[in-house]
Structure formats: structure tokens, C-alpha cells
């Protein structure tokens, strides 16, 4: 088992192509129905993606970026930042469902969701991680859930642990009519301007729809045939020889100048989420 002081997760960077897993995992995130809720019910319309589609998706890649690739620093300076946002992420009397965002369980669900597209964005486009390095970036990805309120022991210890958590966590996942209505609206880009989201809609969904494991499509009633598995695969291998002939600083460069616009705001005492 690496250390995560020595694992280099530079290199298991796909670049652009990352891009097309990020609706399913959003998708997967809110397959817990608290934290469906949480979302489709929260007060904050800051972080509603419906409203403000590009603050959400700078805030969102911000965390990802600070918990992957900050300092101890950074990661605990977005901690607070984000915990200031969450404070009034909580079910209330005619919430379908309890819910807090504070909650470690529901924190560790997102995570462990994060983790799996950061996993399979890596293994789709760059290729097949060798047992030594799969091992050591799910280790490494700890730090989705830790840089938030997830205590490094209730990271499952290791894959074999994940697996069962990840197989006893899918048989939670259900969409009620609410949450799935709000979900296609992100798969179809309804938060983005017609002339933005119509050209773009159909290979979102069809990626999205790819990149779900089996009992999310069928909890979100999206059809995936053998044809659609073929024509993906095709896909995959164009991208995945284009992802690899990208040199790893061009693939690293939003990533740099993402973590620089975080560190720019907090210097300047702006917001941060």
C-alpha cells in the first residue's frame, strides 16, 4: 500500500474527456434519496444549479481540485467554507426524508460516488490501472470525504471493504419523481442557454447514460442496449488515444489554474463557494 505522501495522482489525470462522467456522478450522488433531497430542497440558491449553473460547476470542480491536489491548508480553509454553506442543508418538518449535510454517512456516500468517477474517468480514458496503482488512488481518494467531515476510519479500509460498502450502499439508491425530474433536467442541460445545451444534450445524456452503473439506469428508467455498448466503447478508444498523447502538463493546466483562482480568492477575503 503507497502512502498518499507519495502517490503521484498527476498521472491518472484524463484531461477534457473527464468532463463527459460528470453529470452520472451527480447522478449517482443523489441516489441516496437524503441526498437527493438535500439538494432538490435546499435554501442555499447560491449552490442551485439551476440558477446559477456556472457557479455551481466552479464551486464543484474547486472541491474536487483542493481535496485532490491542495494543501492541508487549502483543503481545510474550503472545509470551512463549505461547512458555512451547508449550515442550512437540513430536512424539515415536511421533508419526505431526514437529512443533514453534516451527516459523515451521507458525506461518505458522496465521496465514495466521487471516487468511482474518479476511478473510471481514469481507467476509460487513460486505461487499465495495474493492482498496485488501483489500490494506491483509492487510497489516495480518501481525501474526497476527509476534507470534509468524513474521519479517515470510516473510509473503508480497503477495496474489498469498498466493494461491499458499494454494493450495501447501491441497494439504498432510489429516485422518487421529484429528484429524477430535477436530475434529467441537469442530463438534458436545461440550467445552460438553448443555444449552449441543444447541440450538447444528446452526447450528455448518452454519456451520462454510459457511465451509470446498471441499477442507476434502471432506477432512473434510462435504456442502455448492446448496440449503445459498442458504439461507447468505439467512443472510448478514439478519446482514450487522444487523452493519451495529451502531455501531462496540458492535461494538469485547468487543474493549476483552478487550485490558483482558489488561492487567489481566499487571499483576497473573497467567497469561496
Given at each position: 500500500m503507497r502512502d498518499q505522501q507519495t502517490f503521484d495522482?498527476?498521472?491518472?489525470?484524463?484531461?477534457?474527456?473527464?468532463?463527459?462522467?460528470?453529470?452520472?456522478?451527480?447522478?449517482?450522488?443523489?441516489?441516496?434519496?437524503?441526498?437527493?433531497y438535500g439538494v432538490l430542497e435546499?435554501?442555499?440558491?447560491?449552490?442551485?444549479?439551476?440558477?446559477?449553473?456556472?457557479?455551481?460547476l466552479r464551486t464543484t470542480?474547486?472541491?474536487?481540485?483542493v481535496a485532490l491536489f491542495g494543501?492541508?491548508?487549502?483543503?481545510?480553509?474550503y472545509r470551512e467554507a463549505v461547512n458555512r454553506s451547508h449550515v442550512p442543508v437540513k430536512s424539515g418538518p415536511d421533508s419526505p426524508v431526514t437529512y443533514n449535510a453534516f451527516d459523515p454517512e451521507l458525506q461518505l456516500w458522496v465521496a465514495a460516488c466521487l471516487y468511482i468517477g474518479v476511478r473510471d474517468m481514469r481507467t476509460t480514458f487513460l486505461g487499465p490501472l495495474s493492482d498496485s496503482d488501483a489500490d494506491a488512488l483509492y487510497q489516495y481518494c480518501s481525501r474526497l470525504g476527509t476534507s470534509l467531515q468524513v474521519r479517515q476510519d470510516q473510509w473503508p479500509a480497503d477495496l474489498e471493504a469498498f466493494d461491499k460498502y458499494w454494493?450495501?450502499?447501491?441497494?439504498?439508491?432510489?429516485?422518487?419523481?421529484?429528484?429524477?425530474?430535477?436530475?434529467?433536467?441537469?442530463?438534458?442541460?436545461?440550467?445552460?442557454?438553448?443555444?449552449?445545451?441543444?447541440?450538447?444534450?444528446?452526447?450528455n445524456r448518452w454519456a451520462t447514460t454510459a457511465f451509470?452503473?446498471?441499477?442507476?439506469?434502471?432506477?432512473?428508467?434510462?435504456?442502455?442496449?448492446?448496440?449503445?455498448?459498442?458504439?461507447?466503447?468505439?467512443?472510448?478508444?478514439?478519446?482514450?488515444?487522444?487523452?493519451?498523447?495529451?502531455?501531462?502538463?496540458v492535461r494538469m493546466l485547468p487543474i493549476q489554474?483552478?487550485?490558483?483562482?482558489?488561492?487567489?480568492?481566499?487571499?483576497?477575503?473573497w467567497r469561496l463557494t
Open positions: 495522482i498527476r498521472g491518472h489525470v484524463p484531461g477534457p474527456a473527464g468532463f463527459l462522467g460528470a453529470a452520472a456522478n451527480v447522478v449517482m450522488q443523489l441516489g441516496w434519496r437524503e441526498v437527493g435546499s435554501k442555499v440558491d447560491s449552490g442551485n444549479v439551476m440558477i446559477h449553473p456556472w457557479k455551481r470542480i474547486t472541491y474536487l481540485v494543501t492541508e491548508e487549502d483543503r481545510a480553509r454494493r450495501e450502499g447501491v441497494q439504498r439508491v432510489r429516485y422518487d419523481a421529484p429528484v429524477r425530474e430535477h436530475l434529467m433536467k441537469v442530463v438534458e442541460l436545461r440550467m445552460v442557454p438553448a443555444w449552449m445545451s441543444w447541440p450538447n444534450r444528446a452526447l451509470l452503473p446498471p441499477e442507476f439506469r434502471q432506477a432512473m428508467g434510462l435504456s442502455w442496449t448492446a448496440k449503445d455498448q459498442r458504439r461507447w466503447q468505439r467512443f472510448c478508444a478514439v478519446v482514450r488515444v487522444g487523452s493519451r498523447l495529451l502531455p501531462r502538463w489554474l483552478q487550485l490558483a483562482e482558489f488561492r487567489l480568492r481566499a487571499r483576497r477575503g
